[in-house]
């Protein structure tokens, strides 16, 4: 299975959190640690700020089911950054329809 995780530091680059491993296929409830995630909300293009367009800030989708869903790029999105990002953050898709899907953490 697909491992993977993330680090998360303060406006300071000092490391927050360091500990969380996602592994694809894994069941929630035998993870020690996992996020959890607020509603979708559809973001507008012209409310995404230009900070959060450049490229270097998005990766390719590599999850089957998110891929099935036309989910191909993703960006992290720092709190604040959107007005709908309020706590750390939060991941925003961008889909083959080129819309724009936000999930805060």
Not at 1 to 27: E, I
Not at 69 to 98: H, M, Q
Request: aromatic share 12%; hydrophobic share 40%; glycine share 6%.
């Amino acid at each position: 299975p697909g491992q993977g995780g993330f680090v998360l530091f303060d406006d300071s680059k000092r490391l927050l959190h360091d500990h969380f491993l996602a592994v694809t296929g894994q069941n929630v409830d035998e993870s020690a640690h996992n996020f959890e995630f607020s509603a979708p909300i559809e973001v507008l293009r012209e409310d995404i700020p230009a900070s959060l367009l450049v490229s270097e800030r998005w990766s390719d989708v590599t999850i089957p089911n998110l891929l099935a869903n036309g989910a191909r790029r993703y960006a992290w999105v720092c709190d604040n950054e959107l007005p709908s990002v309020k706590t750390i953050g939060g991941f925003l898709y961008r889909c083959e329809d080129n819309t724009f899907v936000l999930f805060p953490v």
